[in-house]
């Protein structure tokens, strides 16, 4: 199974950057590469695979991914209710994409 880890620049340089997950301290991290999204400053949020930065995030989609992780240590280890992972969800109604809502019908 392949998850990617949020993980907060720390120290950047050119091509690489110093990452740690910050939400959980204790100050281990990874040097990444940062080619696939250029250079970004210290307190940028990053979703690393592999010893790559993959992609950007908001604090709230680290905090959300990192939740996601939790829940999947938590289904691991047998527990069956994961909703305290996924607060964001439990409350509300599923909704479809934009590319498949129903086009509203123009005006004559």
Known sequence: MCIGVPLQVVVAEAT???CEDTLAGGGQGEWLDMALIGPQ???TW???FQGAARQTL???EALQARAGRQALAAVLRGEADVDTYFADLVAR???LPE???PKAKASP
């Open 46 to 48: 990053v979703l690393a």
């Open 99 to 101: 590319h498949l809502r």
């Open 16 to 18: 690489q950057a110093w």
């Open 41 to 43: 400053p210290p307190g």
């Open 58 to 60: 908001t604090e709230t």
């Open 93 to 95: 109604s599923p909704e």
